[in-house]
């Protein structure tokens, strides 16, 4: 497995892991809903997966952009 998707994979589990849970407790103490519970939960995982795709890939361009030239 490459080193870029080790660093992905990694990055991306863990992240999800802890916001998952802690919309989680928070949405559960707040409303004891099981249906806003969920929906949180759908929601979460689509924008937190979608900003740690962004966040990695910027990351990825810093690296492959040489030096600039300054005028």
């Known amino acids: 497995m490459k080193a870029s998707w080790k660093t ?6 863990t992240s999800g ?4 849970l802690g ?11 099981r249906a806003i ?5 759908l929601t979460i995982a689509i924008a937190d997966a ?4 962004l966040g990695i890939h910027v990351s990825e361009e810093s690296k492959n952009s040489g030096p600039t ?3």
């Open 8 to 13: 992905g994979l990694s990055f991306g589990l």
């Open 17 to 20: 892991v802890i916001t998952t």
């Open 23 to 33: 919309l989680m407790v928070g949405l559960h103490s707040g409303t004891h809903s």
């Open 37 to 41: 519970v969920i929906g949180g939960i």
């Open 50 to 53: 979608m900003s740690d795709a």
């Open 69 to 71: 030239r300054q005028i």
